[in-house]
């Protein structure tokens, strides 16, 4: 079981130059959930994830791990409790799976960083936990886009930190793909503890998946808290502009929203 690590945002402003993406924001990701971030396109949520993985220098406020400002923690303490995967991640040229994915245990590494049995052993778990493992010796760059995606949320995994961020893991991924990276999340958190916090497009998927949802518009956050307390047919609305009817998923008894369109039409009664 992981260390149960904190990870939370004051005040946080955030902006690209002169535009302001986010202001006075607060939030914090549940120890041991797992968290989804939905919203519409440019609504901040990759931004904010960036920012609660040190890629980003608040305009204003403050991003805290375990209390403490991250922009004063050192890198390799980061690291150590923090795992990123950001949306469109780029390999060094010609690099191997394996060693991409052995990237990963740099920070379980000392100072001299000598390889041991524990790195072997981290890397090959997360190798065959997605499924990468024929690929082992093979060019991340000939490599097909949900092969990439598989091999970079490999390095995600072995680097084994208490909390795990990532933005649209399922991209480039076929539905197969999409809900097995997604059961491996989930058996991340249950087994291991691991803090996740995930921003996915499909609103039906983090229904089923996530503890805690968080629904953001414009920078700011419209509501949090369990699938099925907050997601309802005006949040839907409200948040992405769109006419719904929300049921309980046949598979799951999760909210599952059914969209009408932003101009749905009802049929005309029988007989008409």
């Known amino acids: 079981m992981s260390s149960p690590h904190t990870l939370e945002t004051r005040g946080l402003g955030l902006g690209y130059g002169e535009?302001?993406?986010?202001?006075g924001l607060?939030?914090?990701l549940p120890p041991g959930r797992f968290t989804v971030v939905v919203g519409p396109n440019a609504c901040g949520k990759s931004t904010l994830l960036?920012?609660?993985?040190?890629?980003?220098t608040p305009t204003a406020g403050t991003v805290l791990l375990d209390g403490h400002d991250i922009h004063t923690t050192s890198t390799k303490q980061v690291a150590a409790c923090l795992g990123m995967l950001p949306q469109s991640p780029v390999a060094p040229d010609a690099i191997t799976v394996a060693d991409l994915v052995g990237r990963g245990r740099?920070?379980?590494q000392g100072w001299f960083r000598r390889w041991t049995k524990a790195d072997d052993e981290g890397v090959a778990a997360a190798m065959l936990a997605t499924d990468v493992m024929e690929l082992a010796d093979r060019s991340v760059d000939e490599l097909s886009g949900g092969q990439r995606q598989r091999v970079w949320i490999a390095m995600a995994l072995a680097q084994e930190t208490g909390i795990l961020l990532l933005d649209e893991p399922t991209t480039y991924l076929d539905i197969s793909h999409q809900l097995d990276v997604l059961d491996l999340l989930t058996d991340l958190n249950r087994e291991r503890g691991v803090t996740l916090a995930?921003?996915?497009?499909?609103?039906?998927?983090?229904?089923?998946?996530?503890d805690h949802l968080i629904a953001m518009k414009d920078g700011r956050v419209v509501a949090e808290g369990a699938p099925s307390a907050i997601v309802t047919e005006s949040l839907v609305r409200e948040v992405f502009g769109l006419r719904s009817t929300v049921i309980p998923d046949p598979g799951s008894g999760?909210?599952?929203v059914v969209p009408l369109g932003r101009h749905h039409i009802s049929a005309a009664p029988t007989g008409q």
């Not at 535009?19 to 202001?23: A, F, G, K, L």
């Not at 996915?200 to 998946?209: I, P, V």
């Open 198 to 210: 995930v921003v996915l497009h499909d609103l039906n998927l983090a229904c089923r998946y996530a």
């Open 19 to 23: 535009r302001e993406i986010i202001s």
């Open 50 to 56: 960036r920012a609660m993985a040190r890629l980003l």
């Open 26 to 28: 607060d939030v914090v």
């Open 106 to 108: 740099y920070p379980h």
């Open 254 to 256: 999760t909210p599952m």
